[in-house]
Nanobody
Framework: EIHLVESGGGLVQPGGSLRLSCVAS????????MGWYRQVPGKRLEWVGS????????KYFPSVKGRFTISRDNAKNTVYLQMNSLQVEDTALYFC?????RGQGTQVTVSP
């Protein structure tokens, strides 16, 4: 059974940084592409970015490209989302994703 646990969210001022982590279990992590998504209440789920299994290929939603970086440590079954230059518009519940399965999410709030 796929199990994903996100952490690292919090309250940060605009321009600040956070690093989210997602620990995975229940599947062959090192061969699995992983994604990050976010959702604001009342709005649809939004794809943030993805990373391939090896960790040498990433893609990002245009509004976060250049500010967010996805990486992974396959020895720790963990994928990361480094978020820099955070904006109020980045406020959301963030999820990691494997083939449509997500964890409980971690809340990121960007506020002055």
């Amino acid at each position: 059974e796929i199990h994903l646990v996100e952490s690292g969210g919090g309250l940060v001022q605009p321009g600040g940084s956070l690093r989210l982590s997602c620990v995975a279990s229940g599947f062959d992590f090192s061969s699995a592409a992983m994604g990050w998504y976010r959702q604001v209440p009342g709005k649809r789920l939004e794809w943030v970015g993805s990373i391939n299994g090896v960790g040498n290929g990433t893609k990002y939603f245009p509004s976060v490209k250049g500010r967010f970086t996805i990486s992974r440590d396959n020895a720790k079954n963990t994928v990361y989302l480094q978020m820099n230059s955070l904006q109020v518009e980045d406020t959301a519940l963030y999820f990691c994703d494997r083939a449509g399965r997500r964890g409980q999410g971690t809340q990121v709030t960007v506020s002055p």
